[in-house]
């Protein structure tokens, strides 16, 4: 794990691993990152990604450089660098100052090119297709409420968007059963599908796609929201809302999943659009314990990016457990 952009780059032991560190080193308090410089560059506003990290490496000892999207502007929206000069030329020059960058971005390609221009490590903090982070907060908040070992119904009620894509991909490589439901028009391509597909087939996991919400909740473990109109997408408002309402995740439609089912969203919520007071507010509602796995998730990554030896121990050792889980299959 040299980056991370996207969960589907990743194995499930170093998802696991991932996520085993972090609640290591949130008990710990373990300074590791001293003297580790993360470079931030945000396109788009954030809350919990970018307040949830930047506390997760100060707490760890190290500092976050801000790039200032004044900086980044051209022509009146903001483009990574590309005003001052090349991408190529300011990636290679934050890659003097800084052991890696944290990037929220527009356009996927972005996040791929400063990949290949640079020579550190590049974060994804969400982007038009992933959001990584939030899907290692996510199965660590399923995995604290509903425990390891056991495969979940998680079901997705809304838009294709980002988060869904990488939830729907950290869900299905750790064997369980994702369904989406939501408006034909605004669901997976068959590209899409055929991924998911492949993916289940080889983590034994299941994914399953309906149009009708009440049969995608029905039994589920884990029922998990966003909002129908993402950031950018604010001329589309009425059109979606018109789409999506029969799916917002209410107490009539929450109550058709198992009694003993969260409910998620990754916030911000529109409250009344995708999900009403009375799930958000349930005693069963984990949004806020999501929230602060942003942050203890965060240790996880940058440690087991920028600690060299503890990357080292730690991949030896899924190395290792990965040989001895062969050569115990063989006998």
């Known amino acids: 794990?040299?980056?991370?952009?996207?969960?589907?780059?990743?194995?499930?032991?170093?998802?696991?691993?991932?996520?085993?560190?972090?609640?290591?080193?949130?008990?710990?308090?373990?300074?590791?990152?001293?003297?580790?410089?993360?470079?931030?560059?945000?396109?788009?506003?954030?809350?919990?990604?970018?307040?949830?990290?930047?506390?997760?490496?100060?707490?760890?000892?190290?500092?976050?450089?801000?790039?200032?999207?004044?900086?980044?502007?051209?022509?009146?929206?903001?483009?990574?660098?590309?005003?001052?000069?090349?991408?190529?030329?300011?990636?290679?020059?934050?890659?003097?100052?800084?052991?890696?960058?944290?990037?929220?971005?527009?356009?996927?390609?972005?996040?791929?090119?400063?990949?290949?221009?640079?020579?550190?490590?590049?974060?994804?903090?969400?982007?038009?297709?992933?959001?990584?982070?939030?899907?290692?907060?996510?199965?660590?908040?399923?995995?604290?409420?509903?425990?390891?070992?056991?495969?979940?119904?998680?079901?997705?009620?809304?838009?294709?968007?980002?988060v869904a894509f990488s939830l729907t991909e950290i869900g299905l490589m750790m064997g369980h059963t994702v369904i989406f439901s939501g408006p034909k028009l605004y669901s997976w391509s068959d590209e899409k599908e055929s991924y998911f597909g492949q993916l289940a087939l080889k983590y034994g996991g299941k994914f399953i796609r309906t149009t009708d919400p009440a049969e995608g909740v029905y039994n589920a473990d884990v029922v998990y929201t966003d909002t129908f109109v993402s950031m950018g997408e604010e001329h589309l408002f009425e059109e979606k809302i018109r789409h999506f309402q029969p799916y917002q995740v209410n107490e009539k439609l929450f109550s058709k999943a198992k009694s003993t089912a969260g409910f998620m969203h990754c916030l911000p919520a529109h409250r009344g659009y995708e999900v009403t007071d009375g799930v958000i507010d349930h005693k069963n509602s984990w949004v806020y314990q999501q929230a602060k796995n942003r942050k203890v998730v965060s240790k996880g990554v940058f440690a087991l990016l920028l600690d060299e030896k503890l990357k080292k121990n730690k991949l030896n050792g899924l190395k290792n457990q990965s040989i001895k889980t062969k050569l115990t299959a063989g006998n």
Request: hydrophobic share 40%.
């Open 1 to 162: 794990m040299n980056h991370l952009l996207t969960i589907g780059e990743l194995e499930p032991t170093i998802i696991q691993a991932i996520l085993d560190l972090s609640l290591d080193l949130e008990e710990s308090g373990e300074p590791i990152l001293k003297q580790k410089n993360v470079g931030f560059v945000f396109e788009k506003p954030s809350l919990r990604t970018k307040i949830g990290t930047e506390v997760a490496i100060n707490q760890l000892g190290g500092d976050v450089v801000q790039i200032e999207a004044d900086l980044l502007l051209a022509n009146g929206k903001a483009v990574p660098f590309t005003c001052r000069e090349s991408l190529y030329d300011a990636m290679m020059n934050v890659s003097q100052w800084c052991d890696a960058v944290f990037a929220r971005v527009y356009s996927h390609t972005t996040l791929e090119k400063m990949k290949q221009y640079g020579t550190i490590p590049i974060v994804n903090a969400l982007c038009n297709l992933h959001h990584p982070m939030q899907a290692l907060a996510d199965m660590l908040t399923i995995q604290q409420e509903c425990g390891k070992d056991q495969p979940l119904n998680i079901s997705f009620v809304g838009d294709a968007n980002n």
